[in-house]
């Protein structure tokens, strides 16, 4: 026999329950989530350069073996050839050994530099050197943590998962019709480009921050917001309001610890590690640090990790459009 239900809404009590559990468990999982990913940074294969003759680099290989796993050393030719490295995002730093020199990228916060100079001052005194340390690719003097290209995404990310979710709501979880189907990505696409525009000039404008590339940081704000609209679009045609359980789950529990924001991926644990390119916080992240600290190197990844978000959403958008959500048929009760 059915249990109670509220007049109003024709749900019943043990369906509300359930509701409240899968929420309780998403909370879980956004503690688990945060708290392993973040709490406790440790290198894993840091990417470096070591730049010089092949006896000098053999020496820095062998003082670094020391550290375990933590850094992969690799070698270059030249000074330029290191720094190229850096600019093309293969390597978060580059060491000089015959001049006792680090060049660093503070772009991506203090964590990673100091990581590299507690690891090579060593190196340098072993040669009877001191450590110099130059920063060449600095962060925005009012960033200089690195954190506002993260944050900035997170915006994005919130504004377009919730957009999607609250037409959803009120237009209904599938669309009607294909017509229906594509106004609303219509509608999502202008949204989007206002979104990227609107976290640009807030950033740029507002605080002055990350200045000199308005038309980059738009264009990678209108992809993220529009691929993570589409998506949550689509995964609530799917699946209902589980489905905006696990666009929940993938962009905010698992998609934001894994960003590489507060510290790149290679100081996180393992899993957060692996998961971190997969999900559009990473994405979105890499791209506006790309775009503006690296003249636009290593952007087709990150690029190609939004497209695919998108062209997935809106393909099962449409494919969806008219049919009814199973997720969403409640068995009609008595109040009797």
């Given amino acids: 026999m059915a ?29 688990a989530s945060y708290v392993g990913g973040l709490h406790a940074p440790h290198p894993h294969r840091v990417p470096v350069a070591v730049a010089g003759p092949a006896d000098a680099t053999a020496r820095v290989d062998a003082a ?21 490295a850096i600019q093309h995002r293969d390597v978060y730093g580059a060491y000089l050994p015959q001049q006792g020199r680090l060049l ?28 110099s340390v130059q920063d060449v690719v600095p962060a925005d003097p009012g960033d200089p943590e690195g954190l506002v290209p993260f944050y900035l995404v997170i915006g994005w990310i919130v504004s377009a998962y919730l957009v999607a979710a609250i037409v959803g709501l009120y237009r209904g979880m599938a669309a009607i019709t294909l017509r229906d189907a594509l106004v609303r990505l219509a509608a999502f696409a202008v949204y989007s480009a206002v979104a990227g525009a609107m976290g640009t000039l807030i950033v740029e404008t507002g605080y002055g921050y990350l200045p000199d590339s308005p038309w980059p940081l738009t264009g990678v704000g209108a992809l993220c917001v529009f691929a993570v609209a ?33 510290w790149p991926l290679p100081l996180l644990p393992a899993f957060w590690r692996t998961a971190g390119p997969w999900p559009p916080n990473w994405a979105g992240t890499e791209a506006v640090r790309n775009a503006v600290y690296f003249d636009g190197h290593a952007l087709t990844r990150p690029l190609l990790v939004l497209a695919a ?10 494919l969806l459009a008219g049919r009814t959500n199973p997720v969403m048929r409640f068995p009609a009760h008595s109040t009797a």
């Fill in 3 to 31: 249990g109670p239900v509220h007049p109003a809404r024709g749900v019943s009590y043990p369906v509300t329950a359930l509701f409240m559990v899968g929420v309780f468990l998403l909370g879980a999982a956004f503690i």
């Fill in 64 to 84: 670094l073996r020391r550290e375990g796993d933590a850094f992969d050393l690799r070698t270059y030719p030249t000074t330029a050839s290191a720094r190229q």
């Fill in 104 to 131: 660093i990228t503070s772009a991506f916060g203090p964590t990673t530099s100091g990581l590299l100079r507690s690891a090579f001052a060593p190196v340098a005194a072993a040669d009877g050197l001191r450590l």
């Fill in 230 to 262: 589409a998506a949550t679009a689509a995964a609530e045609s799917l699946l209902g309001i589980i489905g905006t359980a696990l666009t929940i789950l993938v962009f905010v529990v698992l998609g934001n610890p894994s960003a590489g924001g507060p």
């Fill in 309 to 318: 978000y998108a062209a997935a959403g809106i393909v099962l958008f449409l």
